[in-house]
């Protein structure tokens, strides 16, 4: 299979990697709004756990196994 190269296409221009550049340093673009100021200090611990158990991971939305970790990591026990 022939790919076709990116600019031989007429007014394509090709963003993905800068020419002459050094690769741009990784950045979270995600950015979590502090909606943590009504809550109460417990309930606040878990949300701040939850929101760096995402970061950590890079993830967006979290499974019910994965909350379950995060509470257990906070000491919580049945």
Not at 3 to 19: K, L, S, W, Y
Not at 47 to 54: G, L, Q, R, T
């Amino acid at each position: 299979m022939s790919e076709a190269a990116p600019n031989t296409i007429p007014g394509f221009v090709d963003r993905r990697q800068p020419i002459g550049l050094a690769a741009p340093p990784v950045v979270e673009r995600r950015q979590f709004a502090n909606s943590h100021d009504d809550l109460s200090p417990p309930a606040r611990e878990l949300a701040v756990a939850i929101d760096e158990y995402k970061l950590r991971h890079r993830r967006r939305f979290i499974t019910y196994e994965e909350l379950l970790g995060v509470v257990q990591e906070l000491g919580y026990r049945k």
